[in-house]
Nanobody, 118 residues
C-alpha cells in the first residue's frame, strides 16, 4: 500500500511559477508510474502529466505542454510538478497518483489547492 502527500499549492498571480511535491511512502516507490491530475470546480478530474519508473519517459496534457515539467527523485520517494507561466485556467486541486502504467492509477493523495489570479 502506498500513501501519497502533496504539498506546495498556494495563491499565485498569472505568469508566475509554482513547484508541487508529492511524497510517497514505502520502499517500492521506484516500481510505480507517477502522475499528476487536477480538478477545477464544476469540472471532471483531468490528466496533467505522468512519468515512468525510471523518469526517462514523460507525458503531458496538451494544455500544459511547454509550461509544466514532471520529474521524480526515487532516492527521496518524491515526484514534482514544476509549473511555469501559470494561467487562471490552471486553478484547480492538484492530485498526485501512483499506478502500474500511464493509464492505470491505484493510489491517490488528498490534493493541494492551486489558485492563479488574473
Amino acid at each position: 500500500q502506498v500513501e501519497l502527500v502533496e504539498s506546495g499549492g498556494r495563491l499565485v498571480q498569472a505568469g508566475g511559477s509554482l513547484r508541487l511535491s508529492c511524497a510517497a511512502s514505502g520502499r517500492t516507490f521506484s516500481t510505480y508510474t507517477m502522475g499528476w491530475f487536477r480538478q477545477a470546480p464544476g469540472k471532471e478530474r483531468e490528466f496533467v502529466a505522468a512519468i515512468s519508473r525510471s523518469g526517462i519517459s514523460t507525458s503531458y496534457a496538451d494544455s500544459v505542454k511547454g509550461r509544466f515539467t514532471i520529474s521524480r527523485d526515487n532516492n527521496k520517494n518524491t515526484v514534482y510538478l514544476q509549473m511555469n507561466s501559470l494561467k487562471p485556467e490552471d486553478t484547480a486541486v492538484y492530485y498526485c497518483a501512483s499506478g502500474r502504467d500511464f493509464l492505470t492509477y491505484e493510489y491517490w493523495g488528498q490534493g493541494t489547492q492551486v489558485t492563479v489570479s488574473s
